[in-house]
């Protein structure tokens, strides 16, 4: 079956500081690949997404690059701020046609704090 | 305000005492399901449902019941709560034609004692 994996948590940044947070997934076919963050006390909110290999998510300074051949959408943002601190899941989903095929599978989520 | 409502947020229960989780939503979405946040598994499936009468088994079904009477509401119901239903539970929908992106609901905390 489909399966997601993120790395290993939690990860503590100084602001100002680079970010990479490890996802790589199995899956048949070509799945759209999410990132979700889920702020503390909230659900889940839709960071960014890509639906096809090699396209590019950006949101709010965060970037992940579909990438087929290595099974992978690392989470990357330039420059953390405090305001970031929350838990990101890396997830997939099958869409196409513009039919959803609804689930999503989620990897375990990444704690991440950022101090000033 | 296109969201997703869940009721109630906080919930401590003991073992045995059936309850329900409410679930709406305002979209006129196909697509709702329920899932489970714990530590170390991320969210797991618990049921989802496709239209009105149309109800399946996600990935953890086990203790759990379902049913979709309306479009817009979906409530999860635990017939017989026991400690290992103690999580984070989430509520979420979408439409099934022209979008991939999900709405989830607040959260419920449940704690089962």
């Known amino acids: 079956g489909n399966s997601v994996t993120q790395m290993e948590g939690p990860v503590t940044l100084s602001e100002e500081a680079f970010l990479t947070i490890n996802c790589t997934y199995t899956?048949?076919?070509?799945?759209?690949l999410f990132w979700y963050v889920q702020y503390p006390g909230e659900g889940l909110q839709l960071l960014l997404k890509?639906?096809?290999?090699?396209d590019k998510g950006s949101n709010k300074g965060f970037e992940a690059t579909y990438r087929k051949e290595t099974t992978s959408f690392h989470l990357e943002k330039g420059s953390v701020q405090v305001s970031d601190s929350a838990v990101y899941f890396c997830?997939?989903?099958?869409?196409?046609?513009?039919?959803?095929?609804?689930?999503?599978?989620f990897g375990q989520g990444t704690i991440l704090t950022v101090h000033p | 305000e296109a969201q997703v409502t869940q009721n109630p947020r906080y919930l401590i229960t003991v073992t045995g005492k059936k309850l329900t989780v409410t679930c709406s939503q305002n979209?006129?979405?196909?697509?709702m399901s329920w899932y489970r946040q714990d530590p170390g598994l991320g969210l797991r499936q618990i049921y989802y449902?496709?239209?009105?009468?149309?109800?399946d088994k996600g990935d953890v079904p086990e203790g759990y019941k379902v049913s979709r009477k309306e479009k817009r509401n979906f409530p999860l119901i635990l017939e017989s709560p026991s400690p290992n239903q103690t999580s984070l539970y989430f509520c979420?929908?979408?439409?099934?034609?022209?979008?991939?992106?999900?709405?989830f609901g607040p959260g419920t905390r449940l704690t089962v004692l």
């Open positions: 979420a929908s979408t439409e099934l034609v022209g979008t991939d992106t999900q709405y």
């Open positions: 899956a048949t076919g070509y799945p759209s």
């Open positions: 890509a639906t096809k290999a090699d």
């Open positions: 997830a997939l989903s099958y869409f196409r046609g513009g039919t959803s095929y609804g689930k999503l599978t």
């Open positions: 979209m006129n979405h196909e697509y």
């Open positions: 449902s496709m239209n009105v009468e149309v109800t």
